[in-house]
């Protein structure tokens, strides 16, 4: 069964929608109280959204905005979808200054968004999501049929970023936000350089608490 990456992490969550288009008044106003709601509770650090839309929603970077001044450190999912709809880039509310985006890539050495991941100038990280036709093995075992593969898009490797941050929040309680944020892109496998398209890629979760 699969396991997060900081497992001894309190979890607070919240429905605050049907699925995973931010695309009706219910959806919005539930993204909307969600992130209000977390940004007055005092416990939370981080917050973690799979969530999102091709345009923007007043209402929603609004309350991302609120979420973010009480000092949240936020990830959103660059977006996942088809590939003939994947020119649309990052997805709202990835594309905020105020929040964190990620993405998925193909395993190896060149780096590539999966083929079903959005990727862009807004992406900051990137996870292995997908497995290449490399044969190399791979880490993650399937839940619903025990078969060794990568599972999930853009919205796993939000909440794999979220995790590795949490991780290297609880190692240096003192730290503020933008300091977990400038640890991780240390650790990922492109700096001191930026990718175009995938950010700072992949953080190195050992090196990024250490």
């Given at each position: 069964m699969p396991v997060g990456v900081a497992y001894n992490a309190n979890l607070v969550t919240y429905r605050a929608a049907s699925n995973v288009v931010l695309d009706g008044y219910q959806e919005q106003e539930g993204v909307k109280k969600a992130f209000t709601a977390?940004?007055?509770?005092?416990?939370?650090?981080?917050?973690?959204?799979?969530?999102?839309?091709?345009?923007?929603?007043?209402?929603?970077?609004?309350?991302?905005?609120?979420?973010y001044?009480?000092?949240?450190?936020?990830f959103c999912a660059a977006g996942t979808s088809t590939s003939f709809t994947t020119f649309v880039g990052v997805i709202f509310p990835a594309w905020m200054p105020e929040t964190v985006a990620v993405t998925g890539v193909k395993e190896g050495a060149t780096p590539q968004k999966c083929d079903v991941c959005h990727s862009g100038s807004k992406v900051d990280f990137t996870v292995v999501m997908q497995r290449a036709g490399s044969g190399n093995s791979v880490p993650v075992n399937s839940y619903y049929d025990n078969q060794t593969n990568y599972v999930g898009g853009s919205s796993v490797a939000t909440a794999t970023t979220a995790g590795i941050a949490a991780l290297v929040w609880s190692k240096?309680?003192?730290?503020?936000?933008?300091?977990?944020?400038?640890?991780?892109?240390?650790?990922?496998?492109?700096?001191?350089?930026?990718?175009?398209?995938?950010?700072?890629?992949?953080?190195?979760?050992?090196?990024?608490?250490?």
């Open positions: 977390l940004g007055n509770n005092t416990s939370v650090k981080i917050i973690s959204m799979s969530m999102g839309y091709v345009f923007s929603v007043g209402k929603i970077e609004d309350a991302i905005k609120y979420a001044s009480k000092g949240k450190l936020i240096n309680t003192t730290w503020t936000r933008d300091q977990v944020l400038a640890k991780m892109r240390q650790s990922g496998s492109f700096y001191p350089n930026r990718n175009a398209e995938l950010g700072y890629g992949n953080v190195n979760a050992a090196a990024a608490v250490q």
